[in-house]
């Protein structure tokens, strides 16, 4: 399974909104689970949310709970990300990723639980 991380990334202002996108290609995309991570310069890279395979359930990170929503489509092989209310700490590399193992989708996922990686697109929040 290969994923690249597409359109929507960028410059946006404080309370400011952007969606990011993610498709897959090489594999059968429903049957993974997926979600978001991100790495701020610095730091250690940060589980964003997570969706199982249906798309049913999801799991956030406390830091983005009530902002962000995490959706996929499967038809597409695309994985989404919509950002709301966004703040300057949400500056980062966002990266994309995917498991080969069920994931249920009712806890966070782990840097090291990922199987495979999109090559991360930049968000940078201005005050």
């Known amino acids: 399974l290969r994923c690249s991380c597409g359109a929507g990334g960028g410059l946006v202002q404080a309370g400011g909104s952007l969606r990011l996108s993610c498709t897959a290609s090489?594999?059968?995309?429903?049957?993974?689970?997926v979600g978001w991570f991100r790495q701020a310069p610095g730091k250690d890279r940060e589980f964003v949310a997570g969706?199982?395979?249906?798309?049913?359930?999801?799991y956030y990170g406390e830091s983005v709970q009530g902002r962000f929503s995490i959706s996929r489509d499967n038809a597409k092989n695309t994985l989404y990300l919509q950002m709301n209310s966004l703040k300057p700490e949400d500056t980062a590399v966002y990266y994309c990723?995917?498991?080969?193992?069920?994931?249920?989708?009712?806890?966070?996922?782990?840097?090291?639980?990922?199987?495979?990686w999109g090559k991360g697109t930049q968000v940078t929040v201005s005050s």
């Open positions: 990723a995917a498991r080969s193992r069920i994931y249920g989708g009712n806890h966070p996922l782990t840097p090291d639980g990922m199987d495979y």
């Open positions: 090489g594999g059968s995309f429903s049957r993974y689970g």
């Open positions: 969706i199982n395979g249906s798309g049913v359930r999801k």
